[in-house]
């Protein structure tokens, strides 16, 4: 007997083995089940925030618990990335020009469009009725697509999804900013004036943000010398089903990341313990762990 027609359709469209099936139904059918419960309780929409480096499998893994919960829960699920509120590529370069040139490229905080996704979650929380226009990003030409094409929510929903590979993560002190953590820093950003930037950001407007979040998941990397490998195979992935000419090559991808690098350690190293969900992968992407707790710990 086949499986059933979501979990195909689930399979094609991330092109995933028909063993993928019982590893997630092992990992992560029982955050599904935790989640329908709470929401359950809760009687109102939830926020559930996912945090994981480039290429841990955030995207795939809300898909599979958006599929689950809309089949087996009967719950209207929304996954929304925070990719999709980059800034134009426009806006970018006025602010590269403004600022500082490290921010003409998406990626850190300071880069996206705080206040369209906190009117969306606002929208989307507050379960009003009427529609509701949700952006999109198409890396591939590294622009946020026509307004005309956006996805358009026409009805209330029970749970939200939203991952990001920066969403968690807290301002770094004086101290922790002072050195570079890589070649770009240390060329580009000689004075820390881009990473001061980022940080005051990341403190005014993501902070305040993940008060509205009920719920904590993180896939941890093993290290970040992962990311690069991660990053490199999403690329290439994008590349088989783009004609955009914005695909990056090894040694730009190998540049790229250096912008993720300062978050994504200081992730790695705080986060862990501030999350309700812990899924440590190991070098294949494998979950090798689950760690679920109720009250996680703020120190």
């Not at 996805?151 to 002072?178: F, K, N, R, Y």
């Not at 200081?266 to 440590?280: E, G, M, T």
């Amino acid at each position: 007997m086949g499986s059933p027609h979501w979990q195909q359709a689930f399979l094609r469209r991330h092109r995933l083995p028909e063993s993928y099936l019982s590893y997630a139904q092992q990992w992560f059918m029982p955050l599904a089940e935790g989640l329908a419960a709470h929401q359950n309780s809760a009687g109102r929409p939830l926020l559930v925030a996912f945090n994981g480096s480039q290429g841990s499998g955030k995207t795939t893994v809300c898909d599979y618990l958006r599929c689950f919960l809309e089949e087996h829960a009967g719950l209207h699920v929304l996954s929304l990335s925070l990719d999709d509120f980059y800034l134009t590529r426009a806006e970018r370069e006025g602010l590269a020009a403004r600022i500082h040139p490290l921010l003409a490229t998406r990626g850190v905080p300071g880069t996206h469009d705080m206040m369209l996704l906190r009117q969306t979650l606002a929208t989307l929380l507050a379960a009003e009725p009427g529609s509701l226009k949700v952006p999109r990003f198409d890396k591939s030409v590294d622009d946020r697509v026509p307004r005309a094409a956006w996805d358009e929510i026409t009805e209330g929903v029970d749970i939200v999804l939203l991952e990001g590979w920066c969403l968690g993560a807290q301002a770094q002190t004086e101290a922790e900013l002072a050195a570079p953590v890589n070649a770009l820093e240390a060329r580009e950003d000689p004075r820390g004036e881009w990473r001061h930037y980022v940080n005051e950001v990341l403190s005014r407007e993501f902070e305040p943000m993940y008060q509205l979040v009920d719920q904590w998941v993180m896939l941890g990397a093993p290290s970040f010398d992962c990311v690069y490998r991660w990053r490199l195979e999403q690329e290439q992935k994008l590349a088989e089903h783009s004609r955009g000419e914005g695909i990056m090559n090894a040694s730009q991808v190998a540049r790229f990341i250096q912008f993720y690098e300062r978050i994504t350690r200081h992730c790695l190293a705080q986060l862990p313990s501030r999350v309700h969900d812990f899924y440590q992968l190991d070098e294949a992407r494998q979950v090798t762990r689950h760690r679920h707790c109720e009250s996680p710990g703020s120190e």
